[in-house]
């Protein structure tokens, strides 16, 4: 993938981030409104900059969609929580493609806004996993016996 098209991945993700918390934004209350409030703040610049950083590279920044499917509509504060860290998961994968790019001041640009992300979803559901932004794996099914440890065993 071209440090164009992980840019345009990374654009796409923060649409959707804005479009989301925009949608939790007027469904939200409180200390967590004001928590969603912050983070659909956070991603607007962050597409902001990367719609700038397209085109000042020549490139033609994706637009944003007119909706899009969300795993969850936020009816209430725990619905928002899960779409909350649903998006910020999403943001993170995206900016751990563009992490792999040509140019160092892209790839710092990446390495910044999963910092950011990773932190914003800890702060909405304060569970610690490995490698965030990682696709989970899976453990096969042990097929064989293990090696035995006693001797002709």
């Given at each position: ?25 007027a ?20 597409r ?5 950083l ?18 969850v ?49 800890y ?21 064989t ?9």
């Open positions: 993938m071209s440090d164009v098209e992980a840019l345009g991945k990374a654009l796409a993700a923060e649409h959707a981030a804005v479009y989301a918390y925009g949608l939790m934004g469904r939200t209350r409180g200390s967590l409104r004001s928590k969603v409030a912050a983070a659909f703040d956070a991603h607007r610049a962050r902001d900059q990367l719609r700038a397209i085109s000042s590279g020549g490139g033609r920044p994706v637009e944003p969609e007119a909706a899009y499917a969300l795993p509509v936020p009816g209430n504060a725990r619905e928002a929580v899960r779409l909350a860290v649903h998006v910020e998961e999403g943001v993170t994968a995206a900016y751990l493609e563009l992490s792999a790019a040509q140019g160092a001041a892209t790839r710092k640009l990446a390495a910044l806004a999963m910092q950011e992300s990773v932190i914003r979803s702060g909405f559901r304060p569970s610690v996993t490995a490698f965030p932004g990682m696709p989970a794996k899976t453990v096969p099914a042990k097929t016996a293990p090696p035995s440890a006693t001797p002709g065993g």
